[in-house]
Nanobody, 115 residues
Framework: QVQLVESGGGWVQPGGSLRLSCAASGSIFSINVMDWYRQAPGKERELVAGITSGGSTAYGDSVKGRFTISRDNGKNTVSLQMNSLKPEDTAVYYC?????????WGQGTLVTVSS
């Protein structure tokens, strides 16, 4: 079994920064993709950023230039550095691991951006 645990959410003022972390445990294969998704109230879940085990990254258009995804393969962790946060970034952020035929989601962590 694979489990994901996110941390680092909270409240921040517009223009501020937060760093989310996601730790994976269990049977983790060396080749996988780890993503961050988010879901705002009343909206569909959307991809924020993704990173392969080889280090290739992809970002949603709304966060390009503001968010940075990174990972530590030795520790099976993925992080999301979020800078210049906007009220529209308010959402529950979810970590996802995809490997072979398995997709696992974390429980989510709430990020609130408001003054």
């Amino acid at each position: 079994q694979v489990q994901l645990v996110e941390s680092g959410g909270g409240w921040v003022q517009p223009g501020g920064s937060l760093r989310l972390s996601c730790a994976a445990s269990g049977s983790i294969f060396s080749i996988n993709v780890m993503d961050w998704y988010r879901q705002a109230p009343g909206k569909e879940r959307e991809l924020v950023a993704g990173i392969t085990s080889g280090g290739s990254t992809a970002y949603g258009d709304s966060v390009k230039g503001r968010f940075t995804i990174s990972r530590d393969n030795g520790k099976n962790t993925v992080s999301l550095q979020m800078n210049s946060l906007k009220p529209e970034d308010t959402a529950v952020y979810y970590c996802k691991l995809s490997q072979r035929n398995l997709e696992v989601w974390g429980q989510g962590t709430l990020v609130t951006v408001s003054s």
